[in-house]
Protein backbone atom coordinates (compact mmCIF):
# COMPACT_ATOMS: atom_id res chain seq x y z
CA UNK A 1 0.00 0.00 0.00
CA UNK A 2 0.96 3.74 -0.88
CA UNK A 3 1.65 4.81 2.90
CA UNK A 4 2.66 8.63 1.72
CA UNK A 5 2.62 10.77 -1.68
CA UNK A 6 3.89 14.08 -2.60
CA UNK A 7 3.22 15.78 -6.04
CA UNK A 8 4.67 18.85 -7.97
CA UNK A 9 2.24 19.83 -10.69
CA UNK A 10 3.81 21.82 -13.72
CA UNK A 11 0.82 23.18 -15.60
CA UNK A 12 -1.89 20.91 -14.36
CA UNK A 13 -0.09 18.08 -14.50
CA UNK A 14 1.83 15.76 -12.28
CA UNK A 15 6.08 16.48 -13.08
CA UNK A 16 7.24 15.11 -9.63
CA UNK A 17 6.21 12.90 -7.38
CA UNK A 18 7.90 11.30 -4.30
CA UNK A 19 5.98 8.44 -2.58
CA UNK A 20 6.55 5.45 -0.47
CA UNK A 21 4.98 2.14 0.01
CA UNK A 22 4.98 -0.76 2.39
CA UNK A 23 6.01 -3.96 1.11
CA UNK A 24 5.31 -6.06 -0.31
CA UNK A 25 3.07 -4.29 -3.21
CA UNK A 26 2.29 -5.23 -6.37
CA UNK A 27 0.78 -1.81 -8.51
CA UNK A 28 -0.43 -1.73 -12.12
CA UNK A 29 -0.12 1.23 -14.08
CA UNK A 30 -0.38 2.93 -17.26
CA UNK A 31 2.17 4.83 -19.29
CA UNK A 32 0.58 6.62 -22.03
CA UNK A 33 1.69 9.83 -24.46
CA UNK A 34 4.51 10.47 -21.49
CA UNK A 35 7.07 8.74 -20.44
CA UNK A 36 8.77 8.58 -16.59
CA UNK A 37 11.73 8.47 -14.84
CA UNK A 38 12.13 6.56 -11.98
CA UNK A 39 14.13 6.71 -9.15
CA UNK A 40 14.51 4.37 -6.17
CA UNK A 41 15.49 5.50 -3.32
CA UNK A 42 14.91 3.29 -0.27
CA UNK A 43 13.87 -0.58 -1.22
CA UNK A 44 13.72 -2.65 -4.98
CA UNK A 45 11.43 -3.01 -7.70
CA UNK A 46 10.61 -5.44 -10.31
CA UNK A 47 9.24 -4.01 -13.44
CA UNK A 48 7.53 -5.73 -15.75
CA UNK A 49 6.15 -5.01 -18.96
CA UNK A 50 5.63 -6.72 -22.35
CA UNK A 51 9.11 -6.77 -23.24
CA UNK A 52 10.15 -8.49 -19.47
CA UNK A 53 11.48 -7.41 -16.67
CA UNK A 54 13.94 -5.11 -15.07
CA UNK A 55 15.23 -5.28 -11.76
CA UNK A 56 15.91 -1.85 -10.18
CA UNK A 57 17.91 -1.76 -6.61
CA UNK A 58 18.49 1.11 -3.95
CA UNK A 59 20.11 4.38 -6.07
CA UNK A 60 19.05 3.12 -9.21
CA UNK A 61 17.02 4.60 -11.79
CA UNK A 62 15.47 3.26 -15.13
CA UNK A 63 13.45 5.25 -17.67
CA UNK A 64 9.92 3.87 -18.86
CA UNK A 65 8.28 4.63 -22.12
CA UNK A 66 4.55 4.13 -23.11
CA UNK A 67 3.27 0.74 -21.93
CA UNK A 68 0.85 -1.10 -19.66
CA UNK A 69 3.04 -2.14 -16.77
CA UNK A 70 3.29 -4.36 -12.94
CA UNK A 71 5.39 -3.56 -10.60
CA UNK A 72 6.49 -5.19 -7.63
CA UNK A 73 8.01 -3.43 -4.81
CA UNK A 74 9.90 -5.48 -1.99
CA UNK A 75 12.16 -4.05 0.79
CA UNK A 76 15.69 -4.06 1.03
CA UNK A 77 18.16 -5.39 3.99
CA UNK A 78 17.85 -1.76 4.80
CA UNK A 79 14.19 -0.55 5.00
CA UNK A 80 11.05 -2.67 5.21
CA UNK A 81 9.39 0.38 3.12
CA UNK A 82 10.33 1.44 -0.39
CA UNK A 83 10.95 5.10 -1.17
CA UNK A 84 10.73 6.47 -5.27
CA UNK A 85 10.95 9.38 -6.68
CA UNK A 86 9.34 10.16 -10.49
CA UNK A 87 10.00 12.43 -12.78
CA UNK A 88 6.88 12.42 -15.91
CA UNK A 89 8.60 13.31 -19.32
CA UNK A 90 5.39 14.74 -21.77
CA UNK A 91 6.58 15.52 -25.16
CA UNK A 92 4.67 18.42 -25.19
CA UNK A 93 6.15 19.92 -22.22
CA UNK A 94 9.90 18.66 -23.30
CA UNK A 95 9.33 20.48 -27.45
CA UNK A 96 7.81 23.69 -25.82
CA UNK A 97 10.33 24.29 -23.01
CA UNK A 98 13.13 23.33 -25.22
CA UNK A 99 11.59 25.48 -27.89
CA UNK A 100 13.91 26.41 -31.26
CA UNK A 101 16.81 24.12 -29.38
CA UNK A 102 14.41 20.78 -29.46
CA UNK A 103 17.43 18.25 -28.65
CA UNK A 104 18.42 15.71 -30.97
CA UNK A 105 17.38 12.77 -28.69
CA UNK A 106 13.02 13.87 -29.85
CA UNK A 107 14.32 13.42 -33.41
CA UNK A 108 15.60 9.57 -33.67
CA UNK A 109 13.14 6.34 -34.64
CA UNK A 110 14.56 3.41 -33.34
CA UNK A 111 12.04 1.50 -30.32
CA UNK A 112 14.85 0.79 -27.06
CA UNK A 113 14.66 -1.31 -24.53
CA UNK A 114 14.16 0.17 -21.55
CA UNK A 115 17.60 0.99 -19.94
CA UNK A 116 18.32 0.76 -16.05
CA UNK A 117 20.93 3.59 -15.20
CA UNK A 118 23.47 2.44 -12.09
CA UNK A 119 25.60 4.60 -10.10
CA UNK A 120 25.63 7.51 -11.01
CA UNK A 121 26.52 10.37 -8.96
CA UNK A 122 24.93 13.47 -10.76
CA UNK A 123 21.71 11.19 -10.90
CA UNK A 124 22.26 10.70 -6.86
CA UNK A 125 23.11 14.25 -6.34
CA UNK A 126 20.35 15.54 -8.72
CA UNK A 127 17.41 13.43 -6.77
CA UNK A 128 18.64 14.77 -3.17
CA UNK A 129 18.45 18.65 -4.74
CA UNK A 130 14.52 17.95 -5.17
CA UNK A 131 13.93 16.58 -1.81
CA UNK A 132 13.08 20.10 -0.52
CA UNK A 133 11.16 20.96 -3.10
CA UNK A 134 9.15 18.03 -1.63
CA UNK A 135 9.21 19.47 2.05
CA UNK A 136 7.92 23.19 0.36
CA UNK A 137 6.72 22.91 -2.73
CA UNK A 138 5.35 26.87 -3.26
CA UNK A 139 9.46 27.30 -3.37
CA UNK A 140 9.67 26.01 -6.91
CA UNK A 141 7.65 28.04 -9.40
CA UNK A 142 7.42 27.39 -13.16
CA UNK A 143 11.27 28.70 -13.97
CA UNK A 144 12.71 26.62 -11.91
CA UNK A 145 10.61 23.60 -12.65
CA UNK A 146 11.80 23.86 -16.16
CA UNK A 147 15.51 24.10 -15.04
CA UNK A 148 15.14 20.94 -12.82
CA UNK A 149 13.38 19.22 -16.21
CA UNK A 150 16.43 20.33 -18.46
CA UNK A 151 19.14 19.50 -15.51
CA UNK A 152 17.99 16.02 -15.74
CA UNK A 153 18.12 15.89 -19.55
CA UNK A 154 21.45 16.89 -19.82
CA UNK A 155 22.39 14.51 -16.32
CA UNK A 156 21.03 11.72 -18.34
CA UNK A 157 22.92 12.09 -21.49
CA UNK A 158 25.94 12.35 -19.72
CA UNK A 159 25.04 9.00 -17.31
CA UNK A 160 27.24 5.72 -17.53
CA UNK A 161 25.07 4.29 -20.55
CA UNK A 162 24.79 7.63 -22.31
CA UNK A 163 24.73 6.02 -25.40
CA UNK A 164 21.43 4.31 -24.55
CA UNK A 165 20.34 6.71 -23.19
CA UNK A 166 20.47 9.09 -26.10
CA UNK A 167 18.73 6.25 -27.81
CA UNK A 168 16.11 5.86 -25.28
CA UNK A 169 15.58 9.31 -24.94
CA UNK A 170 14.71 9.56 -28.70
CA UNK A 171 11.85 7.18 -28.71
CA UNK A 172 10.46 7.17 -25.04
CA UNK A 173 7.59 9.05 -26.32
CA UNK A 174 6.68 6.41 -28.90
CA UNK A 175 3.93 3.16 -28.01
CA UNK A 176 5.76 -0.09 -27.25
CA UNK A 177 4.38 -2.65 -29.75
CA UNK A 178 5.66 -5.70 -29.16
CA UNK A 179 4.08 -9.06 -30.64
CA UNK A 180 2.23 -11.02 -28.77
CA UNK A 181 3.83 -14.16 -28.26
CA UNK A 182 7.29 -12.30 -27.68
CA UNK A 183 5.92 -10.49 -24.96
CA UNK A 184 4.59 -13.81 -23.48
CA UNK A 185 8.01 -15.29 -23.57
CA UNK A 186 9.47 -12.40 -22.13
CA UNK A 187 7.47 -13.27 -19.58
CA UNK A 188 6.91 -16.60 -18.81
CA UNK A 189 9.18 -17.21 -16.36
CA UNK A 190 8.45 -14.38 -13.72
CA UNK A 191 6.12 -14.34 -11.43
CA UNK A 192 3.11 -12.84 -12.99
CA UNK A 193 -0.96 -14.09 -12.84
CA UNK A 194 -2.41 -14.62 -16.08
CA UNK A 195 -4.16 -11.37 -15.11
CA UNK A 196 -1.03 -9.64 -14.86
CA UNK A 197 -0.10 -10.95 -18.26
CA UNK A 198 -3.52 -10.14 -19.88
CA UNK A 199 -2.72 -6.13 -18.77
CA UNK A 200 0.87 -6.21 -19.16
CA UNK A 201 -0.33 -7.01 -23.28
CA UNK A 202 -2.94 -4.23 -22.94
CA UNK A 203 -5.60 -6.59 -23.78
CA UNK A 204 -8.90 -7.80 -21.25
CA UNK A 205 -8.55 -10.89 -19.66
CA UNK A 206 -11.32 -12.50 -22.26
CA UNK A 207 -9.51 -11.44 -24.90
CA UNK A 208 -6.16 -12.22 -23.68
CA UNK A 209 -6.98 -15.87 -23.36
CA UNK A 210 -9.20 -16.05 -26.84
CA UNK A 211 -5.46 -15.17 -28.59
CA UNK A 212 -3.72 -17.13 -26.36
CA UNK A 213 -5.26 -20.16 -27.49
CA UNK A 214 -5.83 -19.48 -30.86
CA UNK A 215 -1.45 -18.92 -31.13
CA UNK A 216 -0.57 -21.78 -28.46
CA UNK A 217 -3.27 -23.90 -29.26
CA UNK A 218 -3.40 -24.63 -25.07
CA UNK A 219 -4.77 -22.54 -21.91
CA UNK A 220 -2.55 -19.89 -20.36
CA UNK A 221 -2.71 -21.57 -17.51
CA UNK A 222 -1.84 -25.18 -18.77
CA UNK A 223 0.63 -23.88 -21.33
CA UNK A 224 2.55 -21.06 -18.69
CA UNK A 225 2.46 -24.45 -16.10
CA UNK A 226 3.74 -26.70 -18.55
CA UNK A 227 6.81 -24.36 -19.64
CA UNK A 228 7.41 -23.01 -15.97
CA UNK A 229 8.19 -27.18 -15.01
CA UNK A 230 10.00 -28.03 -18.04
CA UNK A 231 12.14 -25.13 -17.29
CA UNK A 232 12.70 -26.12 -13.85
CA UNK A 233 13.76 -29.65 -14.68
CA UNK A 234 16.13 -28.20 -16.54
CA UNK A 235 17.81 -26.15 -14.46
CA UNK A 236 17.55 -29.38 -11.79
CA UNK A 237 20.25 -31.05 -14.33
CA UNK A 238 22.22 -28.33 -15.43
CA UNK A 239 22.50 -26.03 -12.74
CA UNK A 240 23.60 -26.00 -9.13
CA UNK A 241 20.54 -23.52 -7.79
CA UNK A 242 18.67 -24.80 -4.79
CA UNK A 243 15.27 -26.39 -5.45
CA UNK A 244 13.88 -23.50 -3.73
CA UNK A 245 15.59 -21.14 -5.98
CA UNK A 246 15.13 -22.89 -9.04
CA UNK A 247 10.96 -22.71 -8.20
CA UNK A 248 11.65 -18.74 -8.30
CA UNK A 249 13.36 -18.84 -11.25
CA UNK A 250 10.93 -20.73 -13.06
CA UNK A 251 7.97 -18.37 -11.92
CA UNK A 252 6.29 -19.95 -8.94
CA UNK A 253 5.52 -17.59 -6.37
CA UNK A 254 6.38 -20.96 -3.35
CA UNK A 255 8.34 -23.52 -2.94
CA UNK A 256 5.21 -25.75 -1.60
CA UNK A 257 3.14 -25.00 -5.32
CA UNK A 258 6.05 -25.56 -6.94
CA UNK A 259 6.97 -29.05 -5.84
CA UNK A 260 3.46 -30.73 -5.55
CA UNK A 261 2.88 -29.20 -9.12
CA UNK A 262 6.40 -30.92 -10.52
CA UNK A 263 5.77 -34.14 -8.92
CA UNK A 264 2.06 -34.27 -10.89
CA UNK A 265 3.78 -33.78 -14.18
CA UNK A 266 6.83 -35.65 -13.59
CA UNK A 267 5.85 -38.31 -10.69
CA UNK A 268 9.14 -37.86 -8.41
CA UNK A 269 9.87 -35.25 -6.64
CA UNK A 270 12.06 -32.06 -7.83
CA UNK A 271 14.82 -33.13 -5.42
CA UNK A 272 14.40 -37.40 -6.50
CA UNK A 273 14.36 -36.31 -10.39
CA UNK A 274 17.90 -34.62 -9.61
CA UNK A 275 18.98 -37.20 -8.12
CA UNK A 276 17.71 -39.78 -10.36
CA UNK A 277 18.39 -37.98 -13.42
CA UNK A 278 22.32 -37.57 -12.22
CA UNK A 279 22.75 -41.06 -11.33
CA UNK A 280 21.29 -41.87 -14.71
Not at 152 to 165: A, D, F, P, T
Amino acid sequence: MIIDSKIINFRGKPLFQKAKFKTPMDMEGAIQDFACFFYMVKGNMLSYDSRGVNKIGEKEAIIKNCNNYVQRYTPSTNSEECEAIAVYLYPEVLKDIYKNEIPSFLNHNDIPQPKKLIDNKLIENYIKSLVIYFEDPQIIDEELQILKLKELMMILLKSQNHENIRKLLSEIFTPVNIGFKKAIDQNIFNQLSIEQLAFICNMSLSSFKREFKRIFEDTPARYIKNRRLEHAASLLLCSDLSITEIGYESGFQDPTTFSASFNEKFKLSPKNYRLNQTSN
